[in-house]
């Protein structure tokens, strides 16, 4: 083959490659935000594939997550760094308080920003459609155990400090509607069928959302409560 024969097919070959890259830059910065992991989270947008992934980057990066919160619209108090327990083991930094976000709670919600983002999420792309498809009446108020409390996990005396110790970690008793029924973990997980149907779909949804998400199908000892935490090990059950 002629050299000039040669460098017209190198040619051609560098042409199409180059449009193939440009092609994908421009069909990656046209993705909409939640399916680009390469994208920052946005609070306001719905749950897509890699929503999941951007949630693992806030995690790790403090500054992004109050951001995140900052560019939505829930309202938070941050709260002061704190260590406590004998060695200083439990504690949390970076948190909020949840002063307005779509349900009231219960209680006061102290948590830490990727969980309070999460809850946020979860709240209106989880909750909010799962009560429109198998509830007669919208969801008014969740229904919480607790967050921030300093003991290992089941609150055994030894092992693995809870996620709970570092308010990274919520536990959910059940979901107060606007026509005043409470449907609870307790006792909806295996009652009425659209109940627990609906349980089931909070539990699902949180898990494209949160990093563990524990119900009763988990231990007897979840048989009361959805435990919702944003820790490193990812656990959907
Ligand atoms: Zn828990």
């Known amino acids: 083959m002629p050299w000039w024969k040669r460098a017209a097919i190198v040619a051609a070959v560098l042409v199409v490659l180059s449009f193939a890259i440009w092609r994908g830059a421009v069909w990656v910065r046209e993705l909409p935000p939640e399916q680009s992991p390469f994208r920052s989270l946005d609070l306001e947008r719905p749950v897509g594939w890699a929503t999941a ?5 806030i995690r790790s990066d403090p500054p992004a997550c109050a951001a995140a919160l900052d560019a939505s619209r829930i309202v938070v108090t941050p709260i002061e760094d ?24 219960s209680g006061a919600v102290r948590a ?14 989880v909750v909010a459609p799962a009560a429109a ?17 300093c003991r290992n996990i089941y609150g055994r005396a ?46 699902d949804g949180g898990c494209d959302v949160f990093r563990g998400v524990l119900s009763p199908d988990y231990n007897a000892a979840h048989a009361d409560h959805l435990h919702l935490d944003m820790g490193p090990y990812r656990l959907c059950r």
């Open 53 to 57: 992934m951007q949630f693992d980057r």
């Open 112 to 125: 830490t920003c990727p969980l309070t983002a999460a809850l946020y999420v979860w709240e209106r792309e």
């Open 133 to 149: 498809q198998w509830l007669e009446s919208p969801v008014v108020r969740i229904e919480m155990i607790g967050t921030y409390v």
């Open 158 to 203: 030894e092992g693995r400090l809870s996620e709970h110790a570092n308010a990274n970690a919520i536990d959910i008793a059940g979901f107060r509607l606007e026509n005043g029924r409470v449907i609870r973990i307790l006792g909806g997980w295996t009652g009425d069928e659209a109940d627990a149907a609906f349980l089931r779909a909070v539990r």
């Open 82 to 105: 704190r260590r406590e327990g004998a060695d200083g083991q439990c504690g949390f930094s970076n948190a909020v308080t949840l002063d307005e976000s779509h349900y009231p709670y």
